[in-house]
């Protein structure tokens, strides 16, 4: 059964499944008026197409957030420093609580492959390998960017 909780920052606004849905809460006014009625958000992909975004209004200011990050502040608790988002498989549409969690870009263990076709077992190894940085390798590889230490980078079996 999916559960809900307020999003982190707009309690009694907005509210994130476990399965990876934003509803934005009816609103009343003081007379207990409906001014907007509730609604399941469509999450769209950012611009690269790899994670997904909802706009999310507070007093009046619209804000993109990726959906993956309200989840698991719901459902996890903060993000700790110098952790990121992770997800568990390759599809970055998934953003159930049980597809994702917090780590290091060095803890994620998919292989890699350069443009050239050299293959390592890890990002961090492709950064060390490589003399890139696993930031940018990892930005690359979902998708977010185009090319990391001179060179191209994507996930292989």
């Known amino acids: 059964m999916e559960r809900w909780r307020d999003v982190v920052g707009y309690e009694g606004l907005y509210r994130v499944?476990?399965?990876?849905s934003v509803?934005?809460?009816?609103q009343r006014d003081a007379d207990g008026k409906v001014v907007q009625k509730?609604?399941?958000l469509r999450a769209s992909p950012r611009n690269t197409g790899v994670r997904f975004v909802v706009t999310l209004r507070k007093a009046g200011l619209l804000t993109g957030v990726?959906?993956?990050?309200?989840v698991l502040a719901a459902f996890v608790g903060p993000c700790p420093n110098g952790q990121t988002v992770l997800h568990g498989g390759r599809d970055f549409a998934d953003n159930s609580v049980g597809n994702l969690s917090y780590g290091c870009l060095s803890d994620d263990r998919r292989?890699?492959?350069r443009s050239d076709g050299a293959k390592f077992v890890?990002?961090?190894e492709a950064a060390r390998c490589s003399g890139g940085h696993e930031s940018g390798i990892w930005h690359v590889c979902n998708g977010e960017a185009e090319r990391a230490g001179g060179w191209g980078w994507e996930y292989c079996d």
């Open 111 to 113: 292989r890699v492959r």
């Open 66 to 70: 990726y959906v993956d990050r309200i």
């Open 122 to 124: 890890s990002i961090a």
């Open 17 to 20: 499944s476990d399965l990876g």
């Open 23 to 26: 509803l934005r809460v009816i």
């Open 38 to 40: 509730a609604k399941l």
